[in-house]
């Protein structure tokens, strides 16, 4: 049987599971409500304050979707009760973001501003113009967002100009050395 597929989700009073017909599980909290439709394979269990996972047969797909299920659900669970984060830092002279209603502009050093829609159940926060904080219910979304934001300007390996992640070490190189 699968590791994490076993494993049951607990939640507690700040989140609120239902289970419906069609094997839709929804999870509702105070930052949003996230939906799931499982494959018919795999059938939910809702009771008092746990959900377990039962897969219908052990071929290596259905024991696959098991644990992938268990996870996204888990994943909803912590979104709206306590919702995701990244961060991103932009490193550059001149480099500077803005949110502007719906609308998250960088000036990145092209010609042009790159203006991006932030989608439903995204907060974007721009902090000193250089420090992006992104934050919403659905992991997937958060991480998603932020990898597109970062693909404008990668962060290049010579004088580190870009847009990186908090945690993320950029390998610097050393430039062309003049010989004599």
């Known amino acids: 049987m699968s590791r994490i597929g076993k494993m049951p989700i607990h939640f507690g009073k700040e989140a609120q599971v239902t289970v419906a017909s069609g094997n839709t ?27 377990t996972l039962a897969r219908a047969d052990e071929s290596k797909k259905v024991r696959a979707l098991h644990g992938l299920y268990r996870a996204l659900i888990q ?58 904080i992104i934050s919403g219910a659905d992991r997937n979304l958060v991480g998603l967002v932020s990898a597109k934001i970062r693909g404008y300007k990668e962060p290049e390996p010579y004088q580190g100009k870009g847009i990186k992640y908090e945690t993320e070490t950029v390998r610097r190189k050393a430039g062309k050395s003049v010989s004599k």
């Open 75 to 132: 994943n909803a669970v912590v979104g709206v009760t306590q919702g995701f984060t990244k961060v991103l830092d932009i490193n550059g002279v001149g480099y500077k973001a803005n949110v502007a209603g719906k609308k998250l502009e960088l000036i990145l050093g092209f010609t042009h501003v790159v203006n991006f829609d932030i989608p439903a159940g995204i907060e974007i926060k721009v902090e000193k113009n250089t420090r992006l």
């Open 25 to 51: 599980v929804t999870v509702k909290g105070g930052k949003s409500t996230l939906s799931y439709k499982l494959n018919p394979a795999i059938t939910p269990k809702l009771e008092q304050g746990v959900l």
